[in-house]
């Protein structure tokens, strides 16, 4: 299935891989490697109670309603994303040029982009405060271990002036 294309898997492929199981061969990994993102502090969750009614059913419309609850959490996060260059550009069909742009649209989107789940109850547009971006050939060191301790919030003093 792979054979005769540039991008057998296309973009999508090329980035998180694909597995095909009628045909192995045609299988991709993935270039991109992606953590759940963690709060650095002590987590604070909050219950968030809704329902879903059916406001304009009649009265022999007994429709489907819903009592439902969900567990919220807000705080600084910490996510880790991982590229393994040379793999991108193997799936990109050795195209450096292609890689090049997906690598900058892609650390683009990391840092500027919220995922858009629950937007109507969380409202998460916030931008990443702190990228830290590295390259080089040895194996990758995620900085999760560094908040093993969650970090203690230290309250602000306003000088007066």
């Known amino acids: 299935m792979?054979?005769?294309?540039?991008?057998?898997g296309g973009l999508v492929g090329a980035l998180v891989g694909r597995m095909v199981t009628s045909d192995p061969r045609a299988n991709i990994e993935a270039a991109v490697h992606v953590a759940h993102?963690?709060?650095?502090?002590?987590?604070?969750t909050e219950s968030d109670y809704f329902i879903a009614a059916d406001d304009l059913a009649r009265d022999e419309e007994t429709g489907a309603d819903t009592i439902q609850e969900t567990e919220l959490i807000s705080g600084l996060f910490c996510g880790y994303v991982?590229?393994?260059?040379?793999?991108?550009?193997?799936?990109?069909g050795g195209d450096r040029r292609l890689a090049g742009e997906v690598l900058h649209n892609l650390v683009y989107l990391v840092a500027e982009i919220s995922p858009g789940a629950k937007l109507g109850s969380t409202a998460p547009y916030s931008q990443a405060s702190f990228p830290l971006l590295e390259a080089g050939d040895r194996q990758p060191r995620s900085l999760a271990e560094a908040f093993r301790d969650p970090v203690r919030p230290t309250p602000r003093r306003r000088s007066r002036r």
């Not at 792979?2 to 057998?8: H, I, N």
């Not at 993102?37 to 604070?44: G, K, M």
């Not at 991982?82 to 990109?92: G, K, Q, R, T």
Request: hydrophobic share 50%.
């Open 37 to 44: 993102a963690f709060t650095v502090h002590a987590e604070e």
């Open 82 to 92: 991982v590229v393994d260059l040379p793999a991108l550009i193997d799936n990109l």
């Open 2 to 8: 792979g054979e005769g294309a540039k991008l057998p």
